[in-house]
């Protein structure tokens, strides 16, 4: 049986989170080529019950009482190991959850939300992510690897009309596969469809843990740099979601950590590196033995340096 309430975790986006899994593992309308879940399951678009409201919400109390106050989470997050809007008590999941005081937050890869009844079930969230990897349908069907009956164009219509009704706070986010969508051509499309769209934040991924594939590889930390810029261009306000959870916004004061939480985030041109040793009165020898163990590299882009994340460890 599936664990169905875990946590609390860290999270960067949402703090501390419990995580609620309303959907048996990896029951999902797509298969994608970098899915950690793992391969096989069930590919489906049809909603249905798979366990009762009470259940979760039972499991989600139980879990609140054992909680220290200091612990308390700051979200509860429906992400399971599949696709949370193929549960056709999704909804009154949410309000159920809700009614706890603790705002309730949906991980989605969006394929469902040409559904009224899906769209409407969301609306309920505080805070909603939404799968945006490419608008191109042949790399869709390479990444995401679809149930048939689904389409791109109705997916992404449905982001649109969603993004324009909903109140609560929503983000993006867009999983880089080396060779599979991280072409500029296929980037600025991304970038100027999310800018219809207006997202809190656009969040960039990459693969860190084994996928379900073989064959799919994280970008380069020069592609990441380029995608970050681009989208910035687009007037995103974009952050990289990487494995660099935790300590990532408090400024410590210690250089060496205030640069790798930074630069989990963004890229960091040199001269504002510069800054912060001066200002935390650090030694070029730090940025140094960082470069040297590579934890950062330094990347020309566009005439600028950059210090940015190292991923291949
Ligand atoms: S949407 Fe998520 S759970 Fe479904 S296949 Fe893709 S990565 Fe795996």
Known sequence: MDELVFGPVPSRRLGRSIGVNNIPHKVCSYSCAYCQVGKGGRIQV????????DTLIREVEQKLKLIKPSDYPDYIT???????????????????????????????????LYRDD???????????SLKVDTVNPSV????????KQLSLDKTLCAIVEFAQ?????YVTETMLVKDMNTLESELTAVAQFLQQVRPNIAYLSIPTRPPAYKGTFPPSEEMLLKA?????????NVEYLTAYEGNTFAATGRFEDDLLG?????????DAVRELMAKTSAAESTLNGLMATNRVKQITYEGQVFVVRSFDK
Not at 46 to 53: A, G, I, L, S, V
Not at 88 to 110: E, F, M, R
Not at 118 to 128: I, Q
Not at 262 to 270: C, G, K, Q, S
Request: charged share 20%; proline share 7%.
């Open 165 to 169: 009704a909903y109140s609560g706070e």
């Open 140 to 147: 869709w069907k390479r990444i995401n690897k679809p149930h």
């Open 78 to 112: 429906i992400v399971p190991d599949g696709e949370p809007t193929l549960d056709i008590n999704l909804g009154t999941l949410i309000a159920k959850l809700k009614n706890l005081g603790v705002p309730v937050a949906v991980i989605t890869n969006s394929s469902m």
């Open 262 to 270: 930074i630069t989990a985030v963004h890229p960091m041109r040199l």
């Open 118 to 128: 899906v769209k409407k079930d969301l609306a309920l969230a505080d805070y909603v």
């Open 46 to 53: 049809e909603r249905q019950e798979f366990y009762k409201p």
């Open 228 to 236: 970050h810029e681009l989208f910035s261009w687009h007037c995103l």
